[in-house]
């Protein structure tokens, strides 16, 4: 199984463990959404960069600062970065797969509705 088949099982293994969480996959890339919104994307040589990476949203200013910290781990993508979106690199030796976890779990309570998204992490208000 390709490198990026078995990142691409992962990622969706994760991503099961939100509700109403479904991957749709395209072309070069598969989409990980929660009632038609996406809250990741699993990027695989998008637009020829030669890259494999998992795309989130992120808090404002998180996705810079992130980059800004690790550039050879975490990257501004393509169109959405200047919209809050953050790449983790999934092809820069072992993955850290709970850093991927808490990349997609936030991305998700930034994206789902709020009732499943305190359905996950109960809201502290």
């Known amino acids: 199984m390709p490198k990026s088949s078995t990142l691409l099982t992962r990622l969706s293994?994760?991503?099961?463990k939100f509700p109403e969480a479904i991957r749709e996959d395209q072309a070069s890339?598969?989409?990980?959404?929660?009632r038609k919104k996406v809250f990741a994307y699993f990027l695989d040589n998008h637009h020829n960069d030669g890259i494999i990476s998992i795309a989130c949203k992120a808090l404002p200013g998180d996705n810079k600062s992130f980059?800004?910290?690790?550039?050879?781990?975490?990257?501004?993508p393509a169109y959405i970065g200047p919209r809050g979106w953050v790449a983790l690199r999934l092809d820069q030796g072992k993955v850290d797969w709970d850093e991927v976890s808490e990349l997609m779990l936030g991305s998700?309570?930034?994206?789902?509705?709020?009732?499943?998204?305190?359905s996950v992490r109960p809201s502290t208000e």
């Open 108 to 118: 998700y309570l930034l994206c789902a509705p709020k009732a499943l998204a305190r």
């Open 29 to 34: 890339h598969a989409s990980f959404v929660v």
């Open 67 to 76: 980059a800004a910290a690790e550039p050879t781990r975490y990257y501004l």
């Open 13 to 16: 293994k994760i991503a099961a």
